[in-house]
């Protein structure tokens, strides 16, 4: 199925992985938590190798993102009890997942062809927008988006788990989005790089959407595939041609 661009005035984006790679990021935020949490561990008279505690991290990191639970602070907290060091739990966790976000944040560059693709869509016409799920530490997310170079030009941002209760794919942020923005959604288009999270509740609202290929991931048919953003210009020229 082609897109129908000219029924389009809207193109909304997910973030992570679709506008800036975020994978390498999340792979030095675990590692640097993994090592402060070594180093812990030792000064408390506990021995385990960085490896057993990056490895058991990257287990529990993969579990909790399938089950679309982001809160760091659980995920220390359960390797505490999967080492069997529960009693050295407190509020220091919460330290952890700061210096983790803050690994994140300096470690996920925006992809080389985001900036000028969302300028010259704009430039173009369009009305962007941005629906990305919550981080699980309340405000984070919102901290991350506000600090991006193209934040100026999104004219909503939805965080969904903070502005709405629920996360993709449930349809609440997409109806959310497109309320905010006073469109329908069959006038909006959904960019992502997720095909179970980000395809399937746009799509269920009735947006189309485009697939951006990251990963080797079997898309839930959107309604396009493209291989990188700049491959958008070549799609939306104009809201009159
Ligand atoms: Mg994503």
């Known amino acids: 199925m082609a897109i ?12 992570d992985r679709t506008l800036i790679k975020s994978s390498l990021g999340f792979d030095k935020a675990l590692s640097k ?9 030792k000064r408390q008279g506990h021995s385990i190798s960085g490896a057993k505690i ?9 579990s909790f993102e399938s089950q679309g ?3 760091r602070d659980e995920w220390w907290i359960i390797l505490l009890r999967k080492l069997g060091l529960s009693h050295l739990s407190g509020k220091w966790v ?3 997942t700061m210096l983790y976000w803050r690994t994140y944040i ?3 560059p925006p992809y080389p062809d985001a900036e000028n693709t969302l ?6 016409g369009y009305r962007l927008a941005l629906v990305t799920d919550t981080d699980g530490t309340p405000g984070m ?3 991350r988006v506000k600090a991006l170079a193209f934040y100026d030009l999104f004219e909503t941002v939805v965080v969904a788990g903070e502005d709405t209760p629920k996360i993709k794919p449930s349809k609440m942020p997409f109806t959310f989005v497109a309320k905010r923005l006073r469109l329908s959604p069959k006038k909006c288009v959904y960019v992502g790089d997720n095909p179970k999270v980000d395809v399937k509740g746009a799509k269920a609202v009735g947006m189309q959407t485009i697939l951006v290929k990251r990963h080797g991931l079997k898309a839930d048919r959107p309604t396009l595939v493209i291989n990188s953003l700049s491959q958008l210009l070549r799609i939306f020229k104009g809201l009159d041609g």
């Open 4 to 15: 129908r661009k000219e029924d389009v005035r809207a193109i909304i984006f997910d973030l």
């Open 33 to 41: 938590a993994a090592n402060f949490l070594t180093q812990y561990f």
């Open 119 to 124: 300028r010259t869509l704009r430039k173009r």
């Open 69 to 71: 639970l982001y809160d």
């Open 94 to 96: 919460h330290e952890v």
């Open 106 to 108: 300096a470690a996920s």
């Open 141 to 143: 997310k919102r901290k």
């Open 54 to 62: 990056y490895g058991t991290l990257r287990s529990i990191a993969k």
